[in-house]
């Protein structure tokens, strides 16, 4: 059986010097992945870029996927502030708006830095830290389990928890297909269109009648 790559870093830079070193290399690693592709993205090519060793790149990291890792890592931490910041105060709005809001919010989140975007999540292999990548994490997942709960004498669905499931899957599918793979295609008023269009989709499974 093959191990599977080390997606830890060796170590946590804690001076300034050395998280300036590591960001080069994180900074570098993204660089390569948009322009070059995940299987370009050597350890030599990443140092290189860098504008570090290689065996400095090895102080901090065990291997590329470790880096990679990284790059997803803050990647995730800008696509939930992007999803916190635009769903603020939903709790308080009725269902067809906070619906719409969060279909609205997950395309705005998928389209951060939508090159990296596409290629963490078509190119890179899905192991150790990199196994489970999603725009809805556990926090938004709990986060739409909540508002359904405190607008339940809005719905007609019962399980909750399978609501949630069924709704926060079809809004990741139809956002990340969307932005990934036809965004191009689709002019503007297309892409609010698909958003209003979702919206309804998810109200009309939701909504009592």
Known sequence: MARKPLTEPRK?????????TVDALIDATARILVKEGFDKASTNR?????G????SLYQYFPGKEALV????ERHQQEIMQTFREGVAGILAQ?????IRQIVAVAVKAHRVDPKLHHVVAEQIPRVGKL????TFNGENYTLFRTYLESHRHELRVDDLELATFVCVTS?????HNAVLHYSKA????TMEALVDESARLVTGYLKAS
């Open 12 to 20: 946590t830079a804690s001076q300034e010097r050395s998280r300036a």
């Open 46 to 50: 990443i140092a290189e870029v860098a």
């Open 52 to 55: 570090v060793s290689v065996g």
């Open 69 to 72: 890792a990284a790059v997803v």
């Open 94 to 98: 009725p269902l067809e708006k906070a």
């Open 131 to 134: 196994e489970k990548l999603a």
């Open 171 to 175: 809004i990741e599918a139809l956002t």
């Open 186 to 189: 689709f002019p503007d008023e």
